[in-house]
């Protein structure tokens, strides 16, 4: 299976060119990523556990999906189809909006990315990839902010950093 490459972008997303996932994370290079965020009719956010087979992160919980646009894909069919890779299913996605992180990981690697966050609705229950996907819930923002404060460690470091820096948005 060849290797998936991601964007490289500059620091207003313009494309500089294309690399090999692994090898833009262990340089650390900027790079154009998504994060998906889907809530139910109750306001609740789907979260899901990462598989314990993941390169970097495994078991920890994180937002709905969240990857890498491929190169002539726009960022909600990058966002969709990863949701449906992920989560089993796909649902309307609005760009809200982006920003640049960085978050080095005890493994060498690092994730520094152009992230581009999305939002969704969606009621039934997803049927995750076993691969891809541990486990899910569905949470409410204050208890996941509340769970976020006592237990930090249980969270990916790029979730973290969404939700401290842009709960109002990503609440809607």
């Known amino acids: 299976m060849k290797e998936e490459k991601v964007i490289l972008v500059n620091e207003r997303d313009e494309q500089i060119g294309l690399m090999p996932k692994m090898e833009a994370h262990e340089k650390a290079l900027l790079h154009r990523a998504f994060s998906v965020f889907v809530f139910n009719d109750k306001r609740e956010l789907m979260i899901q556990q990462r598989a314990m087979g993941k390169y970097h992160s495994p078991g920890l919980w994180t937002n709905t999906c969240c990857s890498h646009q491929r190169e002539g894909e726009s960022n909600i069919e990058a966002g969709r189809r990863r949701l449906?890779?992920?989560?089993?299913?796909?649902?309307?996605?609005?760009?809200?909006?982006?920003?640049?992180?960085?978050?080095?990981?005890?493994?060498?690697?690092?994730?520094?990315?152009?992230?581009?966050?999305?939002?969704?609705?969606?009621?039934?229950?997803?049927e995750p990839n076993p691969a891809e996907v541990h486990a899910y819930k569905w949470v409410s923002l204050d208890d996941l902010k509340k769970d976020m404060m006592e237990n930090p460690e249980l969270y990916t470091e790029w979730f973290k950093i969404i939700f401290d820096k842009y709960y109002e948005t990503i609440e809607q």
Request: proline share 5%.
């Open 84 to 126: 449906q890779e992920e989560m089993g299913f796909t649902t309307n996605l609005q760009d809200t909006i982006s920003f640049i992180y960085k978050a080095p990981f005890d493994n060498g690697l690092t994730e520094h990315e152009f992230d581009h966050i999305l939002v969704g609705n969606y009621d039934r229950e997803p």
